[in-house]
Every structure is written in structure tokens, then in C-alpha cells.
């Protein structure tokens, strides 16, 4: 539902707006990869691992995803590994290891550990993703890119999804359930990424990328008031290492 409604309303857009972009046939294959990693693989896991473990886990392990890309980055694109980049890992493995190991039966996680880890695995792939699709957002519009990788994304996981798809009791749905699925695909996806790729090209992608840091915040406080989960001085400590993680993984110095 939000892979493909989202293409929808991205295609939408495409009326409306109708540039004349020509997708070169060299990037097909980029493309494909951008939408196996960034949508296809990264949707499948994150749902599932979310479904299994505490949102305040899996908003957390996903911060891990900008000190991943660093290091990904040194073994791609051969980039300078720091000390202060070693140390971010390090401490960014600390605070996942922290989460992932706490026995916690607080909350509605039903198999913790599992979905902590598909929620790794999710956040590694949106690694290369990102790393991917940085070459095509240089040669295309971002909207553009946007559209394409949702669109093969969405050919991609509809064989995974449509027998379940197939069997939703629509008929027992109540509007509230109907209003919360409008806004997780509606707010949470298609305006997410358009927001996103708008901040990126109005404030560069640096200072939009920072913002990631506020999903936390917001998760735990919902998640506290809506699902019933508690902010264990556990959660609390594997955030300060996390947040320092990625800290140090981006801070730049000439002495590093």
C-alpha cells in the first residue's frame, strides 16, 4: 500500500509537471539496484523487524544507518577511515548492542531480538542506497529519481505481498483504521520523501540529513503514550551512544 499508492500519486505529480526527463539506458541498472536496496529489501525488513520489536528500537537502530553509510563509503569509494570515524562505529555498535541484548518485556514486541535485527539488516541495505543512488541524483531531477526507484520498488516486492494483500478484511476496518492508514501512506511516505527531497535540495543534503536525528524524540514520545512501551534507562543509555556514534563517524578534522 504505500510502495504503490505512493508511485501513484508520484506519477500524478508527473502530469502535472511533465518534464522532459529521458532516463539514460547506462542507469537502468542503478536504478534497479536503488530500488532492490532503498525500497524493496529496506521496506520488507523494516515492516516485518517493526511488527516484532519496540518502536523506540527500531527508530534508534536506524540512526546507525549514517554511520554505516561512512564505512560503506571507505569500502566503495575508498574513503579515508579517521579515528574519529573508528570510534563512531564503535560506539554506534556499543548502543546496538545495548538495545538489542536488554531483556526487556515491557512494551508489545513479540520477538524482539529477531525484529532488532531485521531492523539492522533493513538499515545496512538503506545504506547502499544511499551510496547508489548518489550518482543519480547528480544526473537527474530528484523527483525523478524518486519516481523511478518507487515505481520498479513496487514491481519488485508486489510478488512478496499479494496474497496477503489479497486477504484484508477491508469490510472490518473502522474508519479510524482507514484514517491512520491514509496518514502512514499519505504523510508517512509520499510526503515524507517529497519533504525530504525538497530539504535536501533547499538546505543540502548535510543539514536535511541531521533532521533524522529528531526521529527518536518523536517515536518515544508516541510510543510512550499510544503503545505502552517505557523509556528504560537502557533505551535511554544505547541513545547516547548511538547519537555519539554518529557524531563522531561525521565529524571532520585535519588531526583525525
Given at each position: 500500500m504505500r510502495v504503490g499508492i505512493s508511485s501513484i500519486l508520484l506519477w500524478t505529480?508527473?502530469?502535472f509537471n511533465k518534464e522532459k526527463t529521458k532516463i539514460k539506458t547506462k542507469d537502468l541498472g542503478r536504478f534497479f539496484l536503488c530500488a532492490l536496496t532503498g525500497i524493496a529489501i529496506n521496506q520488507l525488513l523494516f515492516i516485518k523487524g517493526l511488527s516484532l520489536t519496540y518502536s523506540i528500537h527500531a527508530s534508534l537502530l536506524m540512526l546507525t544507518t549514517p554511520i554505516l553509510i561512512t564505512f560503506i563509503a571507505a569500502w566503495i569509494l575508498k574513503e579515508r577511515l579517521t579515528?574519529?570515524?573508528?570510534?563512531?562505529?564503535?560506539?554506534g555498535i556499543i548502543g546496538a548492542v545495548v538495545l538489542i541484548t536488554a531483556r526487556d518485556v515491557t512494551g508489545n514486541g513479540s520477538e524482539v531480538l529477531y525484529g532488532d535485527v531485521l531492523i539492522i539488516l533493513?538499515?545496512?541495505?538503506y545504506t547502499f542506497?544511499?551510496?547508489l543512488v548518489?550518482?543519480?541524483m547528480k544526473e537527474y531531477e530528484p523527483i525523478v529519481v524518486i519516481r523511478m526507484i518507487f515505481t520498479i520498488g513496487f514491481m519488485l516486492i508486489l510478488p512478496f505481498c499479494?496474497?496477503?494483500?489479497?486477504?484484508?478484511?477491508?469490510?472490518?476496518?473502522?474508519a479510524t483504521s482507514y484514517m491512520l492508514l491514509?496518514?502512514?501512506i499519505f504523510g508517512g511516505t509520499f510526503l515524507a520523501y517529497i519533504f525530504n527531497v525538497y530539504g535536501i535540495k533547499i538546505l543540502g543534503a548535510s543539514m536535511a540529513g541531521t533532521y533524522i536525528y529528531s526521529q527518536p524524540v518523536f517515536?518515544?514520545?508516541?510510543?510512550?503514550?499510544?503503545?505502552?512501551?517505557?523509556?528504560?534507562?537502557?533505551?535511554?543509555?544505547a541513545a547516547l551512544f548511538i547519537f555519539a556514534g554518529v557524531y563522531l563517524a561525521n565529524k571532520t578534522t585535519s588531526n583525525a
Open positions: 505529480l508527473f502530469l579515528n574519529y570515524k573508528i570510534a563512531g562505529l564503535t560506539m533493513n538499515a545496512i541495505s542506497y544511499f551510496i548518489k550518482p543519480l499479494w496474497n496477503e494483500f489479497r486477504e484484508i478484511p477491508w469490510k472490518d476496518y473502522s491514509v496518514l502512514i517515536a518515544a514520545t508516541i510510543a510512550v503514550i499510544f503503545s505502552g512501551e517505557t523509556l528504560a534507562l537502557y533505551k535511554v543509555i
